[in-house]
């Protein structure tokens, strides 16, 4: 299970760090990723940590937005600077136990959380 929170309103230019606890799976062996979906739009990709703490980000976010993890509290983070009104979406955490490649298809995650609203208003 996993349980992503964080999200809010925030201005732009401001910044947000969203959390997603996992429960009942090995984490730390998991590549744990983020998604989004804005209104109107489908679900994309935006950021992967894989185990071995190496990163992957959608070029929309690359410089502004970070993944990170810590495998002793379960947990992911994606640390979010220099928002923008096009970040306006409900952002999800998903997670991914195999694979020696970046995924960013949704088919490739097998677990996801529930999702947490952010809006970034101009």
């Known amino acids: 299970q996993l349980q992503a929170y964080g999200g809010g309103l925030v201005q732009a230019g401001g910044s947000l760090r969203l959390s997603c606890a996992a429960s009942g799976l090995t984490f730390s062996i998991y590549t744990m990723a983020w998604f989004r979906q804005g209104p109107g739009k489908e679900r994309e990709f935006v950021a992967a940590?894989?185990?071995?703490?190496?990163?992957y980000y959608a070029d929309s976010v690359k410089g502004r937005f970070t993944i990170s993890r810590d495998n002793a509290k379960n947990t992911v983070y994606l640390q979010m600077n220099s928002l923008k009104p096009e970040d306006t979406a409900v952002y999800y955490c998903?997670?991914?136990?195999?694979?020696?490649?970046?995924?960013?298809?949704?088919?490739?995650?097998?677990?996801w959380g529930q999702g947490t609203q952010v809006t970034v208003s101009s």
């Open positions: 998903a997670a991914r136990r195999f694979g020696s490649t970046w995924y960013e298809a949704t088919s490739e995650y097998g677990y």
């Open positions: 940590i894989r185990r071995s703490d190496s990163t």
